[in-house]
Protein backbone atom coordinates (compact mmCIF):
# COMPACT_ATOMS: atom_id res chain seq x y z
CA UNK A 1 0.00 0.00 0.00
CA UNK A 2 1.45 3.60 -0.97
CA UNK A 3 2.25 5.96 1.69
CA UNK A 4 1.16 9.23 -0.73
CA UNK A 5 -2.38 9.18 -2.95
CA UNK A 6 0.52 10.69 -6.32
CA UNK A 7 -2.08 10.92 -8.32
CA UNK A 8 -2.80 14.51 -6.03
CA UNK A 9 1.11 15.37 -6.24
CA UNK A 10 2.75 17.62 -8.76
CA UNK A 11 5.72 16.95 -10.61
CA UNK A 12 7.83 19.30 -8.19
CA UNK A 13 6.86 17.39 -5.63
CA UNK A 14 7.20 13.54 -7.11
CA UNK A 15 10.91 14.82 -8.10
CA UNK A 16 11.20 15.98 -4.16
CA UNK A 17 10.73 12.16 -3.16
CA UNK A 18 13.15 10.91 -5.76
CA UNK A 19 16.05 13.21 -4.30
CA UNK A 20 15.18 12.49 -0.90
CA UNK A 21 15.63 8.13 -1.15
CA UNK A 22 18.90 8.98 -3.46
CA UNK A 23 20.54 11.13 -0.77
CA UNK A 24 19.07 8.95 1.98
CA UNK A 25 20.04 5.40 0.12
CA UNK A 26 22.31 5.75 -3.46
CA UNK A 27 21.42 6.17 -6.82
CA UNK A 28 21.68 2.37 -7.13
CA UNK A 29 20.46 0.75 -4.83
CA UNK A 30 17.33 3.40 -5.64
CA UNK A 31 16.84 2.14 -9.16
CA UNK A 32 17.26 -1.48 -8.35
CA UNK A 33 14.26 -0.86 -5.84
CA UNK A 34 11.77 1.14 -8.17
CA UNK A 35 12.58 -0.99 -11.44
CA UNK A 36 14.68 1.80 -13.63
CA UNK A 37 17.73 2.19 -14.49
CA UNK A 38 20.28 4.74 -13.50
CA UNK A 39 20.20 6.60 -16.57
CA UNK A 40 16.17 7.09 -16.64
CA UNK A 41 16.22 7.76 -12.61
CA UNK A 42 18.80 10.78 -13.19
CA UNK A 43 16.82 12.14 -16.12
CA UNK A 44 13.69 11.98 -13.46
CA UNK A 45 15.52 13.66 -10.82
CA UNK A 46 17.16 16.39 -13.65
CA UNK A 47 13.13 17.11 -14.99
CA UNK A 48 14.20 15.93 -18.52
CA UNK A 49 11.43 13.63 -18.51
CA UNK A 50 8.00 15.44 -17.89
CA UNK A 51 5.85 13.00 -16.34
CA UNK A 52 7.06 10.39 -14.00
CA UNK A 53 4.68 6.96 -14.07
CA UNK A 54 2.74 7.13 -10.51
CA UNK A 55 3.92 3.40 -9.94
CA UNK A 56 7.57 4.73 -9.79
CA UNK A 57 6.59 7.43 -6.99
CA UNK A 58 4.48 4.74 -4.74
CA UNK A 59 7.76 2.73 -5.17
CA UNK A 60 9.97 5.61 -3.79
CA UNK A 61 7.75 6.34 -1.08
CA UNK A 62 8.11 3.31 0.30
CA UNK A 63 11.55 3.90 0.82
CA UNK A 64 11.23 6.52 3.22
CA UNK A 65 9.64 7.09 6.16
CA UNK A 66 6.24 9.05 6.93
CA UNK A 67 8.66 11.98 8.47
CA UNK A 68 10.73 12.36 5.75
CA UNK A 69 7.54 12.11 3.60
CA UNK A 70 5.85 14.92 6.25
CA UNK A 71 8.62 17.34 5.36
CA UNK A 72 8.85 17.02 1.60
CA UNK A 73 5.33 17.35 1.33
CA UNK A 74 3.79 19.71 3.53
CA UNK A 75 7.51 20.80 5.60
CA UNK A 76 6.56 19.81 8.55
CA UNK A 77 8.48 18.03 11.01
CA UNK A 78 7.73 15.71 14.36
CA UNK A 79 10.29 17.79 16.62
CA UNK A 80 7.61 20.50 16.08
CA UNK A 81 4.13 18.73 17.05
CA UNK A 82 2.35 19.70 20.20
CA UNK A 83 -0.99 19.29 21.19
CA UNK A 84 -1.88 22.62 19.55
CA UNK A 85 -0.69 21.17 16.11
CA UNK A 86 -2.57 18.23 16.41
CA UNK A 87 -5.80 19.65 16.88
CA UNK A 88 -4.81 22.03 14.07
CA UNK A 89 -4.07 18.92 11.71
CA UNK A 90 -7.59 17.39 12.47
CA UNK A 91 -9.29 20.86 11.48
CA UNK A 92 -7.10 21.23 8.04
CA UNK A 93 -7.82 17.29 7.27
CA UNK A 94 -11.94 18.27 7.66
CA UNK A 95 -11.70 21.46 5.09
CA UNK A 96 -9.00 20.10 2.74
CA UNK A 97 -10.13 16.92 1.34
CA UNK A 98 -6.41 16.54 -0.16
CA UNK A 99 -4.79 16.56 3.04
CA UNK A 100 -7.46 14.47 4.32
CA UNK A 101 -6.71 11.90 2.10
CA UNK A 102 -2.85 11.79 2.39
CA UNK A 103 -3.49 11.96 6.22
CA UNK A 104 -6.06 9.11 6.75
CA UNK A 105 -3.25 7.10 4.64
CA UNK A 106 -0.52 7.52 6.80
CA UNK A 107 -2.37 7.26 10.14
CA UNK A 108 -3.73 3.91 9.06
CA UNK A 109 0.25 2.56 7.52
CA UNK A 110 1.74 3.86 10.49
CA UNK A 111 -1.05 3.45 13.49
CA UNK A 112 -2.82 0.61 12.65
CA UNK A 113 -1.73 -1.03 15.73
CA UNK A 114 -3.20 1.73 17.96
CA UNK A 115 -6.42 2.82 16.25
CA UNK A 116 -9.19 1.13 17.29
CA UNK A 117 -12.78 1.25 17.18
CA UNK A 118 -14.68 4.06 19.28
CA UNK A 119 -13.87 3.73 22.31
CA UNK A 120 -15.23 0.52 24.44
CA UNK A 121 -14.33 1.44 27.89
CA UNK A 122 -18.08 2.62 29.86
CA UNK A 123 -17.28 4.37 33.06
CA UNK A 124 -19.50 3.96 35.58
CA UNK A 125 -21.65 6.02 37.67
CA UNK A 126 -23.34 6.40 41.45
CA UNK A 127 -26.22 6.89 39.26
CA UNK A 128 -25.94 3.75 37.52
CA UNK A 129 -25.64 1.37 40.26
CA UNK A 130 -28.69 3.17 42.33
CA UNK A 131 -30.50 2.39 38.81
CA UNK A 132 -29.37 -1.04 39.18
CA UNK A 133 -30.28 -1.29 43.00
CA UNK A 134 -33.56 0.09 42.59
CA UNK A 135 -34.42 -2.42 39.28
CA UNK A 136 -32.76 -5.42 41.52
CA UNK A 137 -35.59 -4.17 44.33
CA UNK A 138 -38.30 -4.26 41.79
CA UNK A 139 -37.51 -7.45 39.59
CA UNK A 140 -35.94 -10.07 41.76
CA UNK A 141 -36.76 -11.76 45.62
CA UNK A 142 -35.54 -10.05 48.59
CA UNK A 143 -32.18 -12.61 48.67
CA UNK A 144 -31.31 -12.14 44.98
CA UNK A 145 -31.37 -8.78 45.07
CA UNK A 146 -29.18 -8.44 48.18
CA UNK A 147 -26.74 -10.93 46.36
CA UNK A 148 -26.67 -9.66 43.17
CA UNK A 149 -26.25 -5.73 44.40
CA UNK A 150 -23.20 -6.75 46.91
CA UNK A 151 -21.53 -9.01 44.04
CA UNK A 152 -21.85 -5.92 41.52
CA UNK A 153 -20.47 -3.06 43.95
CA UNK A 154 -17.34 -5.38 44.92
CA UNK A 155 -16.66 -6.01 41.33
CA UNK A 156 -17.13 -2.64 40.10
CA UNK A 157 -14.27 -1.07 42.95
CA UNK A 158 -12.62 -4.04 42.10
CA UNK A 159 -12.46 -3.07 38.70
CA UNK A 160 -12.18 1.12 39.37
CA UNK A 161 -15.33 1.53 37.93
CA UNK A 162 -14.02 1.36 34.63
CA UNK A 163 -15.14 -1.72 31.89
CA UNK A 164 -13.52 -2.88 28.93
CA UNK A 165 -13.68 -6.03 27.28
CA UNK A 166 -10.41 -6.65 28.41
CA UNK A 167 -10.55 -6.15 32.01
CA UNK A 168 -13.48 -7.50 32.24
CA UNK A 169 -12.43 -11.10 30.99
CA UNK A 170 -9.19 -11.07 33.31
CA UNK A 171 -10.88 -9.75 36.12
CA UNK A 172 -13.52 -13.38 35.73
CA UNK A 173 -10.45 -15.48 35.59
CA UNK A 174 -8.94 -13.85 38.70
CA UNK A 175 -12.06 -13.92 40.25
CA UNK A 176 -12.53 -17.55 39.15
CA UNK A 177 -9.15 -18.72 41.14
CA UNK A 178 -10.39 -17.57 44.02
CA UNK A 179 -13.77 -19.52 43.66
CA UNK A 180 -16.09 -21.04 40.93
CA UNK A 181 -19.55 -19.59 42.87
CA UNK A 182 -18.01 -16.20 43.68
CA UNK A 183 -17.20 -16.36 39.74
CA UNK A 184 -20.28 -17.39 38.98
CA UNK A 185 -22.41 -14.84 40.69
CA UNK A 186 -20.09 -12.31 40.43
CA UNK A 187 -21.12 -13.11 36.43
CA UNK A 188 -24.85 -13.03 36.71
CA UNK A 189 -24.81 -9.40 38.45
CA UNK A 190 -22.13 -8.29 35.88
CA UNK A 191 -24.55 -9.63 33.09
CA UNK A 192 -27.56 -7.84 34.65
CA UNK A 193 -26.01 -4.32 35.36
CA UNK A 194 -24.70 -4.33 31.60
CA UNK A 195 -28.22 -5.81 30.06
CA UNK A 196 -30.35 -3.60 32.25
CA UNK A 197 -28.22 -0.33 32.63
CA UNK A 198 -25.37 -0.31 30.40
CA UNK A 199 -27.50 -1.44 27.08
CA UNK A 200 -29.88 1.41 26.97
CA UNK A 201 -27.34 4.28 26.58
CA UNK A 202 -24.89 2.32 24.55
CA UNK A 203 -26.03 -0.44 23.08
CA UNK A 204 -22.90 -0.92 20.84
CA UNK A 205 -20.54 -0.63 24.04
CA UNK A 206 -22.61 -3.17 26.27
CA UNK A 207 -22.80 -5.70 23.51
CA UNK A 208 -19.12 -6.04 23.72
CA UNK A 209 -19.21 -5.80 27.63
CA UNK A 210 -22.22 -8.68 27.96
CA UNK A 211 -19.52 -10.44 25.32
CA UNK A 212 -16.79 -10.45 27.41
CA UNK A 213 -17.88 -11.75 30.61
CA UNK A 214 -18.13 -15.53 30.81
CA UNK A 215 -20.02 -17.34 33.47
CA UNK A 216 -17.78 -20.66 34.44
CA UNK A 217 -20.69 -23.05 33.90
CA UNK A 218 -20.36 -22.66 31.02
CA UNK A 219 -16.94 -21.77 30.01
CA UNK A 220 -13.78 -24.23 29.61
CA UNK A 221 -11.01 -24.05 32.21
CA UNK A 222 -8.18 -21.62 31.08
CA UNK A 223 -4.86 -22.89 30.73
CA UNK A 224 -1.77 -19.36 31.52
CA UNK A 225 1.06 -19.91 29.13
CA UNK A 226 4.00 -20.79 30.90
CA UNK A 227 6.72 -18.49 30.68
CA UNK A 228 10.17 -18.51 31.11
CA UNK A 229 11.91 -15.55 33.26
CA UNK A 230 14.55 -14.90 30.01
CA UNK A 231 11.43 -14.86 27.84
CA UNK A 232 10.17 -12.44 30.33
CA UNK A 233 12.88 -10.20 30.17
CA UNK A 234 13.05 -10.16 25.94
CA UNK A 235 9.53 -9.02 25.66
CA UNK A 236 9.92 -6.44 28.18
CA UNK A 237 13.21 -4.92 26.20
CA UNK A 238 11.60 -5.05 23.39
CA UNK A 239 8.29 -3.06 24.26
CA UNK A 240 9.18 0.41 23.06
CA UNK A 241 7.15 2.93 24.81
CA UNK A 242 7.78 4.03 28.26
CA UNK A 243 4.43 3.76 30.07
CA UNK A 244 4.07 0.58 28.72
CA UNK A 245 7.17 -0.72 29.62
CA UNK A 246 6.96 0.59 33.58
CA UNK A 247 3.47 -1.44 33.74
CA UNK A 248 5.04 -4.63 32.44
CA UNK A 249 7.62 -4.72 34.72
CA UNK A 250 5.42 -4.05 37.42
CA UNK A 251 2.76 -6.44 36.74
CA UNK A 252 5.59 -9.47 35.99
CA UNK A 253 7.80 -8.77 39.16
CA UNK A 254 4.64 -8.60 41.78
CA UNK A 255 2.50 -10.52 40.45
CA UNK A 256 -0.74 -8.55 40.93
CA UNK A 257 -3.77 -7.73 39.02
CA UNK A 258 -3.91 -6.17 36.06
CA UNK A 259 -6.57 -3.59 37.27
CA UNK A 260 -4.66 -3.26 40.68
CA UNK A 261 -1.57 -2.07 38.53
CA UNK A 262 -3.29 0.30 36.24
CA UNK A 263 -4.94 1.83 38.70
CA UNK A 264 -2.13 2.60 41.28
CA UNK A 265 -1.70 6.13 42.53
CA UNK A 266 1.56 8.05 43.17
CA UNK A 267 0.97 8.00 47.21
CA UNK A 268 0.48 3.69 46.93
CA UNK A 269 4.36 3.34 45.86
CA UNK A 270 6.98 4.32 48.25
CA UNK A 271 10.08 3.97 46.89
CA UNK A 272 11.98 4.59 49.44
CA UNK A 273 11.35 1.57 51.06
CA UNK A 274 10.17 -0.33 47.87
CA UNK A 275 6.71 -0.98 49.19
CA UNK A 276 3.65 -1.28 47.29
CA UNK A 277 0.14 -0.82 49.19
CA UNK A 278 -3.31 -1.96 47.48
CA UNK A 279 -6.33 -1.09 48.68
CA UNK A 280 -7.32 0.16 52.26
CA UNK A 281 -7.15 -1.23 55.98
CA UNK A 282 -10.96 -1.87 56.70
CA UNK A 283 -13.16 -4.12 58.88
CA UNK A 284 -14.00 -5.98 55.70
CA UNK A 285 -10.57 -5.46 53.60
CA UNK A 286 -6.77 -5.66 54.10
CA UNK A 287 -4.85 -3.72 52.23
CA UNK A 288 -2.07 -6.14 49.88
CA UNK A 289 1.50 -5.59 50.04
CA UNK A 290 4.04 -6.52 47.88
CA UNK A 291 7.45 -5.14 46.86
CA UNK A 292 9.80 -4.52 44.34
CA UNK A 293 13.43 -5.16 43.69
CA UNK A 294 15.63 -1.66 44.01
CA UNK A 295 17.06 -1.57 40.47
CA UNK A 296 13.40 -1.24 39.55
CA UNK A 297 13.60 1.20 42.26
CA UNK A 298 16.16 3.40 40.33
CA UNK A 299 14.71 2.49 36.65
CA UNK A 300 11.50 4.33 37.67
CA UNK A 301 13.08 7.07 39.42
CA UNK A 302 15.43 7.65 36.81
CA UNK A 303 13.85 7.13 33.81
CA UNK A 304 10.14 6.29 34.20
CA UNK A 305 9.41 9.14 36.48
CA UNK A 306 10.48 12.04 34.28
CA UNK A 307 9.40 10.66 31.28
CA UNK A 308 5.45 10.04 33.05
CA UNK A 309 6.09 14.01 34.44
CA UNK A 310 6.65 15.44 31.06
CA UNK A 311 3.78 13.45 29.51
CA UNK A 312 1.89 15.12 32.63
CA UNK A 313 2.91 18.71 32.13
CA UNK A 314 2.30 18.77 28.20
CA UNK A 315 -1.27 17.14 27.89
CA UNK A 316 -2.31 18.70 31.18
CA UNK A 317 -4.16 21.67 29.71
CA UNK A 318 -5.59 19.83 26.74
CA UNK A 319 -7.12 17.59 29.30
CA UNK A 320 -8.30 20.19 31.50
CA UNK A 321 -10.58 21.78 28.37
CA UNK A 322 -12.08 17.89 27.97
CA UNK A 323 -13.48 18.32 31.62
CA UNK A 324 -11.22 15.88 33.04
CA UNK A 325 -10.28 15.23 36.79
CA UNK A 326 -7.26 16.57 36.27
CA UNK A 327 -6.31 15.96 40.13
CA UNK A 328 -7.41 12.55 39.86
CA UNK A 329 -5.17 11.90 36.74
CA UNK A 330 -2.30 13.76 37.82
CA UNK A 331 -2.04 11.14 40.57
CA UNK A 332 -2.79 8.51 39.12
CA UNK A 333 1.19 6.30 38.58
CA UNK A 334 -0.29 5.53 34.88
CA UNK A 335 -1.57 8.13 33.62
CA UNK A 336 -2.09 6.66 29.90
CA UNK A 337 -5.05 5.00 27.84
CA UNK A 338 -4.34 1.21 28.79
CA UNK A 339 -5.85 0.38 25.42
CA UNK A 340 -2.39 1.96 24.08
CA UNK A 341 -0.62 0.29 26.89
CA UNK A 342 -2.06 -3.04 26.20
CA UNK A 343 -1.29 -3.04 22.28
CA UNK A 344 2.34 -1.83 23.15
CA UNK A 345 2.72 -5.01 24.51
CA UNK A 346 1.28 -7.21 22.49
CA UNK A 347 3.29 -5.64 19.84
CA UNK A 348 6.22 -6.82 21.72
CA UNK A 349 5.01 -10.53 22.80
CA UNK A 350 4.73 -11.06 18.85
CA UNK A 351 8.10 -10.01 18.40
CA UNK A 352 9.51 -12.35 21.12
CA UNK A 353 7.67 -15.55 20.88
CA UNK A 354 5.16 -14.63 17.32
CA UNK A 355 1.87 -14.88 19.54
CA UNK A 356 -0.32 -13.03 22.64
CA UNK A 357 -1.05 -14.38 25.37
CA UNK A 358 -2.64 -12.48 28.32
CA UNK A 359 -1.58 -9.83 30.48
CA UNK A 360 -3.28 -11.74 33.58
CA UNK A 361 -0.93 -14.99 32.89
CA UNK A 362 2.37 -12.92 34.70
CA UNK A 363 0.56 -13.06 37.89
CA UNK A 364 0.58 -17.23 37.22
CA UNK A 365 4.19 -16.45 36.19
CA UNK A 366 5.07 -14.68 39.09
CA UNK A 367 3.40 -17.16 41.50
CA UNK A 368 4.70 -20.46 39.19
CA UNK A 369 8.46 -18.74 39.59
CA UNK A 370 8.08 -18.14 43.23
CA UNK A 371 7.48 -21.63 43.85
CA UNK A 372 9.96 -23.00 42.11
CA UNK A 373 12.34 -21.06 44.45
CA UNK A 374 11.15 -22.93 47.53
CA UNK A 375 8.92 -20.34 49.19
CA UNK A 376 5.62 -21.06 50.61
CA UNK A 377 2.31 -20.64 48.74
CA UNK A 378 0.75 -19.21 51.32
CA UNK A 379 3.46 -16.39 51.54
CA UNK A 380 2.87 -16.35 47.69
CA UNK A 381 -0.67 -15.83 48.43
CA UNK A 382 -0.02 -12.99 50.95
CA UNK A 383 1.88 -11.24 48.67
CA UNK A 384 -0.67 -11.13 45.64
CA UNK A 385 -3.53 -10.25 47.46
CA UNK A 386 -5.27 -14.00 47.29
CA UNK A 387 -6.66 -13.80 51.00
CA UNK A 388 -9.56 -12.25 51.96
CA UNK A 389 -9.00 -10.29 55.39
CA UNK A 390 -9.80 -12.94 58.13
CA UNK A 391 -7.66 -15.84 56.36
CA UNK A 392 -4.65 -13.13 56.07
CA UNK A 393 -5.71 -12.64 59.95
CA UNK A 394 -5.27 -16.52 60.55
CA UNK A 395 -2.31 -17.03 58.43
CA UNK A 396 0.18 -14.09 60.06
CA UNK A 397 -0.92 -15.09 63.63
CA UNK A 398 -0.73 -19.06 63.63
CA UNK A 399 0.98 -20.16 60.65
CA UNK A 400 3.71 -17.25 59.06
CA UNK A 401 4.30 -14.98 61.76
CA UNK A 402 5.88 -12.81 59.56
CA UNK A 403 6.43 -9.29 59.26
CA UNK A 404 6.85 -6.67 56.89
CA UNK A 405 9.99 -6.63 56.95
CA UNK A 406 10.70 -10.90 56.80
CA UNK A 407 8.12 -10.54 53.95
CA UNK A 408 10.54 -8.17 52.10
CA UNK A 409 13.25 -10.13 52.62
CA UNK A 410 11.66 -13.33 50.87
CA UNK A 411 10.61 -11.05 48.16
CA UNK A 412 14.05 -10.08 47.35
CA UNK A 413 15.65 -12.93 47.75
CA UNK A 414 13.06 -14.88 45.44
CA UNK A 415 10.93 -12.78 43.69
CA UNK A 416 11.26 -12.43 39.43
CA UNK A 417 13.82 -9.71 38.53
CA UNK A 418 13.73 -8.13 34.97
CA UNK A 419 16.68 -5.53 35.72
Known sequence: MA????????????????????????????SRQIGVDRSTLNRYVNGKIKKIPNEVIEKASDLL??????????????????PTTAISVIV?????????????????????????????????????????EKIMKTQRAKKTAYMRTNSLKRALAELNYELTPTRLK??????LQESKGRAENVGKALKLFIKEVIKPKNPRIARELYDAVKIPKYEREYTPINLELETVKQIFNAIEGLGAKAYFLILAETGLRTGEVFSLRLDQVDLENRVIRIGKVTKTKRAYVTFIHQPTVEWLKETYLPYRERFVRRYANSLKALNVNIEQWEAKLFPFDEDDIRTEIKIAMRKVIGREFRLYDLR??????????????????????????????????????????????IYDKHAPRLL
Open 170 to 175: EYMLDV
Open 65 to 82: TVEELNDILYGLKSTDVD
Open 92 to 132: KAKTDESFRNFFLTLLWQELGEYIKEPSNTYVVSDDDIKLF
Open 364 to 409: SFFASYMLKQGVSPLVVNVLQGRTPPQQFQILQERYLNLSEKELQE
Open 3 to 30: KVNVEKLDEQKKIAILKKAIDKLGLSYV
